[in-house]
């Protein structure tokens, strides 16, 4: 009985972890692009496990500011809408995919809801971890993701 004791209390402790090691703000640089995402993972629990939220400044304004994205671990998207574009209230949707293991992105969207099409496959980028603003201007890099 007191085997079960100690096993349960480590499993309480475990669980009290968990949250905190899944938690943090990492920053993406997406290496041949000016676009640059923000993203903080966060421990919600049920199916999902972990929720990615943050911004991405995907027509590369520099301004410190981007449009939400959110999704789970590794891959998220959003409908980018930048309210001070004027005119501009929609358009598609887009989805990255990261893989971490080969440190290569996949960028797919839809124009339409049917149809989907590659904005950017197999792209190179790095992260760093804890809050940071990738959301500046890349001169060196003129071209955004979504640019074709």
Do not use: H
């Not at 090691?21 to 919600?44: E, S």
């Not at 598609?92 to 797919?108: H, R, S, T, V």
């Not at 603003?133 to 993701?145: D, F, G, S, W």
Request: proline share 5%; aromatic share 12%; with cysteine.
């Amino acid at each position: 009985m007191k085997e079960v004791g100690i096993w349960g209390l480590a499993l309480v402790v475990a669980a009290m972890l968990v949250p905190s090691a899944q938690a943090g703000t990492k920053c993406y640089v997406l290496t041949n692009f000016c676009d640059g995402l923000q993203v903080t993972n966060i421990f919600v629990g049920g199916v999902q496990g972990t929720e990615s939220v943050g911004l991405w400044d995907w027509v590369c304004l520099g301004q410190g500011t981007g449009t939400l994205i959110s999704g789970g671990n590794n891959a998220f998207g959003t409908q980018p809408v930048y309210p001070y574009i004027a005119g501009l209230t929609a358009g598609f949707n887009a989805n990255f995919k990261f893989k971490p293991l080969i440190a290569e992105f996949d960028l797919y969207g839809t124009f339409d809801g049917v149809t989907s099409m590659a904005f950017q496959t197999n792209q190179p980028f790095t992260t760093t971890k804890g809050a940071c603003n990738p959301l500046k201007a890349r001169q060196a890099k003129p071209r955004a993701t979504v640019v074709q």
